[in-house]
């Protein structure tokens, strides 16, 4: 088996630098933080119960008796995997009523 160091033959280096077949350094690897969870901050004073937040998010924000998002003046947690419906449901809302925040 013959290893290939980075920049030979085309490679990008975007992998470990192989200095023989038996070691290999992982110089090259980027380790990233673990990101803080995303919340969403809702304004209770900017909230005009259009609805369109909780349409876009339906298991994230849900709407009270009168129609306003019921989670109007809190901070949300969002669960991983529904990043892009808060954002969705931030852009969406006419008011400017959410805040993201990570």
Same mark, same amino acid.
């Given at each position: 088996?013959?290893?290939?160091?980075?920049?030979?033959?085309?490679?990008?280096?975007?992998? /470990?630098?192989?200095?023989?077949?038996?070691?290999?350094?992982?110089?090259?690897?980027?380790?990233?933080?673990?990101? /803080? /969870?995303?919340?969403?901050?809702?304004?209770?004073?900017?909230?005009?119960?259009?609805?369109?937040?909780?349409?876009?998010?339906?298991?994230?924000?849900?709407?009270?008796?009168?129609?306003?998002?019921?989670?109007?003046?809190?901070?949300?947690?969002?669960?991983?995997?529904?990043?892009?419906?808060?954002?969705?449901?931030?852009?969406?809302?006419?008011?400017?009523?959410?805040?993201?925040?990570?």
């Amino acid at each position: 088996m013959v290893l290939v160091a980075p920049g030979a033959d085309g490679d990008r280096g975007c992998g /470990p630098t192989v200095t023989s077949e038996a070691t290999y350094s992982l110089t090259n690897y980027t380790t990233y933080a673990r990101m /803080p /969870p995303m919340k969403l901050a809702i304004d209770a004073g900017r909230c005009a119960g259009h609805g369109r937040c909780y349409a876009m998010a339906p298991g994230l924000l849900e709407p009270d008796e009168l129609g306003f998002v019921a989670e109007r003046g809190t901070t949300v947690d969002v669960p991983a995997g529904s990043e892009q419906a808060a954002r969705d449901a931030a852009a969406w809302c006419p008011e400017a009523a959410i805040d993201v925040e990570s």
